[in-house]
């Protein structure tokens, strides 16, 4: 007990750092609700953008990707991988370590898109196959566990090494992306340089957290409607957006040990206990076979996938899914990669790259292979016009109508609903705790940031997403923060060199120490 008494001690003696919570503050808000304002004038000028970035730089992203994982593979097995951050014992399980970096990476978007986008790749499948074909049915899940396997997930490993070193290696008393770039930066990055980039990775963040709502509260209001037998309005959204701005406040107020570390583990056991129902109850052996086909495309066609820009057809699919889909994980890996490094003490270069590279995709593919493969057996076998109320009704409407369908439904849509809930909860306050983390003075072992300051950033996280709901502003702030990816590349490559540096320097100087330490021992063997 006086050990618990001591850390909460220790967070409130947590202090802001004026020169960025102020700005950031104003940042946020000053650009947010003008945005949200103006949808019709800056919408299209951002989508413009974001068309340009897409399509003109779509080689840049898909190399760029492509090398991270590379690299990241190498780094696993070369001797940098047992590279340990900090001489302690792990904070966490490893299933809880695994449940906080899956939960806060995925969000309600798993959920939704797992369901969705095998039914977007049958309407308009890549290749130039034919839709509705036997090719688009086949390709439908493989190219969903590609955007979310391996090479993506690859890309949240970069910050959370830099960050983990600078952090529990270096002993830099600040968990923020300009402290990790100090390898390159030197002392500007406690300069306005720094300042800059801390903001720009904030503004960043809400944008990936406008995307989750995007997505997340439309699906959990729809599932409210079908349960309560209610029509879908605004004050719906409101009452679901009030009772998750609680939930997650809570979770923030009570901190990284009790609130998110709570939800993350109840997260955890109910989407596994979830998808273990669907594949019992569902076409299991349609299941195993079309999860083992769609895993043996992917493998025999990754590195196709991970270059294809279509050049010639100028299909535009590469551009509009897989191109889209890395600046989005881009813009979301800082976030992570303070997050996860922050949930990592204890844990070694390995131990993280196997972590976001291998669980990360598994637990993606199993969510795809179960629930993707269950909505495209309905499609196929015409027991539920799947994409027809895709296209009528919208996502959260298609997904209702997929869990309708199995047995037990009313218990189904339930559980489902609430696993919906708390996933975009974890996200939440994993998000106001990196906000409140990066908009701290100091944070040494195990300090959080003050309870007051979490619990801030929780409102004011709440409170904007009211005010983008009911202007209709959430698009218009996700695609500004994907049009943001570019400069979010540049940080990376600061990340990376930064990490190298500090990497390579540090063994060395370890070489060095067991040189040194061999010696003496000799010398001493020799006196004797």
């Not at 049915?137 to 969903?144: S, T, V």
């Amino acid at each position: 007990m006086k050990k618990t008494n001591d850390i909460k001690s220790n967070d409130n003696k947590v202090k802001i750092d004026p020169k960025i919570f102020f700005p950031a503050l104003v940042v946020l808000v000053g650009l947010t609700i003008p945005l949200a304002l103006n949808v019709d004038s800056a919408g299209p000028i951002l989508n413009k953008i974001l068309h340009t970035i897409t399509n003109q730089f779509a080689w840049f992203f898909e190399i760029v990707v492509l090398g991270i994982a590379v690299f990241l593979i190498w780094l696993a097995f070369s001797r940098y991988g047992k590279l340990r951050f900090g001489a302690e014992k792990p904070e966490f399980s490893n299933l809880t370590w695994f449940g906080l970096l899956f939960t806060a990476g995925m969000g309600t978007s798993i959920m939704f898109w797992a369901f969705m986008e095998p039914m977007y790749y049958l309407n308009s499948p890549p290749f130039g196959f034919a839709p509705h074909s036997i090719e688009a049915a086949e390709w439908a899940i493989p190219y969903g566990m590609f955007h979310w396997g391996i090479t993506g997930w690859s890309i949240y490993c970069i910050p959370t090494l830099a960050i983990a070193f600078s952090y529990y290696i270096l002993k830099h008393p600040a968990l923020r992306i300009s402290t990790a770039c100090k390898g390159v930066l030197g002392e500007k990055a406690d300069g306005w340089l720094g300042k800059i980039i801390d903001i720009a990775i904030m503004w960043g963040l809400v944008g990936g957290l406008a995307t989750s709502l995007g997505l997340g509260v439309p699906m959990v209001s729809q599932c409210v409607s079908h349960i309560l037998a209610i029509p879908r309005t605004f004050n719906l959204d409101v009452v679901i957006i009030v009772l998750w701005i609680a939930l997650f406040s809570g979770s923030a107020y009570l901190g990284l040990y009790k609130g998110i570390k709570w939800l993350a583990n109840i997260n955890v056991y109910l989407a596994i206990g979830l998808a273990g129902f669907a594949f019992l109850v569902g076409p299991t052996s349609f299941l195993l076979n079309n999860t083992a086909n769609s895993l043996g495309l992917l493998l025999q066609n990754v590195i196709r996938m991970s270059l294809w820009t279509d050049p010639i057809a100028k299909s535009g699919f590469p551009q509009a899914w897989t191109v889209f889909y890395w600046a989005w994980w881009f813009t979301s890996a800082p976030f992570m990669g303070l997050f996860v490094a922050r949930v990592s003490r204890g844990r070694t270069v390995r131990e993280i790259i196997f972590a976001e590279m291998a669980l990360g995709p598994l637990g993606c593919w199993i969510w795809f292979g179960i629930f993707g493969g269950y909505g495209l057996h309905l499609e196929l076998n015409h027991i539920v016009p799947v994409t027809k109320i895709l296209q009528d009704s919208g996502g959260p409407q298609a997904v209702v109508a997929i869990l309708n369908s199995f047995p037990a439904a009313w218990l189904i849509i339930p559980i489902f609903t609430i696993l919906a809930f708390i996933f975009l909860a974890t996200s939440l306050d994993s998000a106001t705790y990196v906000l409140a983390s990066i908009a701290s003075k100091e944070l040494t072992g195990t300090q959080q940031p003050a309870r007051w300051h979490r619990l801030l950033w929780a409102l004011v996280m709440g409170s904007m997403t009211l005010v983008l709901l009911k202007i209709g502003g959430l698009n218009v702030i996700q695609t500004s923060a994907v049009v943001f990816a570019i400069p979010v590349l540049l940080i990376f490559l600061l990340l990376a060199i930064s990490f190298i540096n500090w990497a390579k320097e540090w063994m060395e100087q370890r070489d060095l120490n067991d040189a040194a330490a061999c010696c003496d021992h000799k010398e001493g063997v020799k006196d004797l």
